[in-house]
Structure formats: structure tokens, C-alpha cells
């Protein structure tokens, strides 16, 4: 499941992992960064018990690895909506 908000300013994080300390959702970053109804829906998403560092993935391909050709399908279609 995905949050989706903007980006709130003078935002300094850059990672999901800035989000966590102790294997929780950081409840004071939480706080300073996101609205309420954002803390709710992030609150509710279970964090991993596998500590694993955070990694690209590109959800176009089956592989998960961008390459110019799936971003310009991607571009292509994107314009084709419009």
C-alpha cells in the first residue's frame, strides 16, 4: 500500500529509514513532518523484522531494475494520457 502526500518543506528526509528508529515508526519525526491524517496511514503500514537497507526498485519491469527503455515506454505512455 502506498502514502502518497507532498513533500512537506524544509524537509530534510530523504529515505524511509529516516522514518524508523528502533525498528518503529519514529513517532516524533512523524509528527514534525506529516499531517495527521498522513501519521495515521503511515502508522498503519507494518515495518519489516528483517532491518534491511533501503533500495531502488523501478515497478515497470519484472526484474525491477530501470533501463532507458522501460523509462522511455513509461515517458511514452505518460504522453499518450495527455
Known amino acids: 500500500r502506498m502514502v502518497k502526500t507532498q513533500r512537506p518543506e524544509n ?3 530523504e ?4 522514518l524508523i ?4 515508526w519514529d513517532a516524533q519525526v512523524l509528527q514534525r513532518f ?3 491524517d498522513d501519521r495515521i496511514r503511515i502508522s498503519k503500514i507494518p515495518l519489516s523484522i528483517h532491518q ?3 533500495r531502488f526498485f523501478w515497478k515497470e519491469t519484472k526484474d525491477v531494475a530501470y ?3 522501460s523509462g522511455y515506454a513509461v515517458a511514452k505512455s ?4 495527455d
Not at 528508529?21 to 518503529?24: H, N
Request: proline share 0%.
Open 78 to 81: 505518460m504522453r499518450k494520457d
Open 52 to 54: 534491511r537497507k533501503d
Open 15 to 18: 529515505r524511509v529509514s529516516d
Open 11 to 13: 524537509c530534510e528526509l
Open 34 to 36: 506529516f499531517s495527521n
Open 21 to 24: 528508529k528502533d525498528g518503529k
Open 67 to 69: 533501463s532507458v527503455k
